[in-house]
T-cell receptor
Framework: DQQVKQNSPSLSVQEGRISILNCDYT??????FLWYKKYPAEGPTFLIS?????DKNEDGRFTVFLNKSAKHLSLHIVPSQPGDSAVYFC????????????FGGGTRLMVKP | DTAVSQTPKYLVTQMGNDKSIKCEQN?????MYWYKQDSKKFLKIMFS???????INETVPNRFSPKSPDKAHLNLHINSLELGDSAVYFC????????????FGQGTRLTVV
């Protein structure tokens, strides 16, 4: 049973526009959320994170929003660049469970020039 | 220097064989992990290990065992390999003591024939 879900397997946006990637979770014990970016034949690389005590975290072009009541988070990329094309994984952890990450299935983002 | 490195990057072997994948991190982290990415691209935790505690995902067959000769290394041993073990295996590390991002290796693609 998937505790973290990314319902859009792929997303295509035009360069310069906003990319919005969504993630839903079911486990209310999750208290930390992360986004990872993955290129083919490479390991996931950390992008941005947010604690459950916050509802927004921003780092340059990347902003993560957390809606705890809806158990939903999203990643906004503005403006999108062709180099952002990759698979994005949402992940969540529970501090009381060893901080192991539970991943969503990923969303493939394609940014067209 | 690569922060988390795995060897080999590719491994092709026959059913029934025993194989190991090595992982080393030079970040000084005290917690290491093994994740498996299956054919459907889902990333799932297999083990979390620090010098105090091994946490095993209950779905992992006991043919899989982590071995840690020291804090910087966590190797994965797999006995009696099966076709279904074919996947990409990722090693990761993080600083324990609270939520935090994990750093991933580049992955080992295991193919069992």
């Amino acid at each position: 049973d998937q505790q973290v879900k990314q319902n859009s397997p792929s997303l295509s946006v035009q360069e310069g526009r906003i990319s919005i990637l969504n993630c839903d979770y079911t486990n209310s014990m999750f208290d930390y959320f992360l986004w990872y970016k993955k290129y083919p034949a490479e390991g996931p690389t950390f992008l941005i994170s947010i604690s459950s005590i916050k509802d927004k975290n921003e780092d340059g072009r990347f902003t993560v929003f957390l809606n705890k009541s809806a158990k939903h988070l999203s990643l906004h990329i503005v403006p999108s660049q062709p180099g952002d094309s990759a698979v994005y994984f949402c992940a969540a952890s529970d501090n009381n469970a060893g901080n192991m990450l539970t991943f969503g299935g990923g969303t493939r983002l394609m940014v067209k020039p | 220097d690569t922060a988390v490195s795995q060897t080999p990057k590719y491994l092709v072997t026959q059913m029934g064989n025993d194989k190991s994948i090595k992982c080393e991190q030079n970040l000084g982290h005290d917690t290491m992990y093994w994740y498996k990415q299956d054919s459907k691209k889902f990333l799932k935790i297999m083990f979390s290990y620090n010098n105090k505690e091994l946490i095993i995902n209950e779905t992992v067959p006991n043919r899989f065992s982590p071995k840690s000769p020291d804090k910087a290394h966590l190797n994965l041993h797999i006995n009696s390999l099966e076709l279904g073990d074919s996947a990409v295996y990722f090693c990761a590390s993080s600083q324990g003591g609270g939520p935090g991002k994990a750093f991933f290796g580049q992955g080992t693609r295991l193919t069992v024939v």
